[in-house]
């Protein structure tokens, strides 16, 4: 069993071409297979098996989930396959830092021990959540979904001191209007470069 493992959410993009929200689920799933010291995983919305079959690189562990899954939901069915951290990371993020990811689990190695830490996504909603495996808080609020535009005010609502890490920010690609703001000096997502040219 890995020691930390990150699983790409994978499900359909409401609001995007096809096309589009399958290149930038390539460039994601490309970027957690790059990232040190953690294992890949894809954690799969029902419905979206295919999709999950077109990205996953042989042995890569799929996990379903309900077609629109809760944070906790996600984090307790990706804990069962790792003995340490577990986080989930957004399909709309072609050109996250993998730095980001790694101070998730950084962030939860302390001290002081902390029992989640988060990067929020600038215009609302998580990039990405993670959490030791040892269990989720009991604070946490089970309705809560990744794509919540409060997610992160109802989380520090909620969140004893101390118990929660806030990373640095992200952008996510939730509609074409958000294209724009990838930035082409950065390297990887060529998936989604591929698809834009």
Avoid: Y
């Avoid at 009991?138 to 101390?162: F, H, I, M, N, V």
């Amino acid at each position: 069993m890995a020691e930390r493992v990150v699983a790409v959410l994978v499900r359909p993009a409401a609001d995007l071409p096809a096309g589009l929200g399958l290149a930038m689920l390539n460039d994601v799933v490309d970027l957690v297979a790059d990232t040190p010291q953690v294992d890949p995983a894809l954690v799969v919305a029902a419905g979206a098996e295919r999709l999950a079959d077109s990205v996953a690189w042989p042995g890569t562990p799929k996990i379903t989930v309900s077609s629109d899954p809760t944070l906790a939901e996600v984090l307790t069915a990706i804990a069962t396959h790792a003995d340490a951290a577990v986080a989930v990371v957004v399909p709309d993020v072609p050109d996250l830092p993998t730095l980001l990811l790694g101070k998730l689990f950084s962030a939860l190695a302390g001290p002081p021990h902390r029992s989640i830490a988060v990067c929020p996504a600038a215009a609302g909603g998580l990039v990405a959540a993670a959490v030791p495996t040892s269990g989720l808080p009991d604070w946490l609020d089970a309705s809560l979904r990744l794509d919540d535009d409060e997610a992160l005010r109802t989380l520090r609502d909620a969140a004893p001191p101390g118990a929660l890490t806030v990373g640095p920010g992200w952008r996510r690609v939730r509609r074409e209007a958000d294209l724009a703001s990838l930035d082409p000096g950065l390297e990887g997502w060529e998936a989604t470069r591929a698809w834009l040219q």
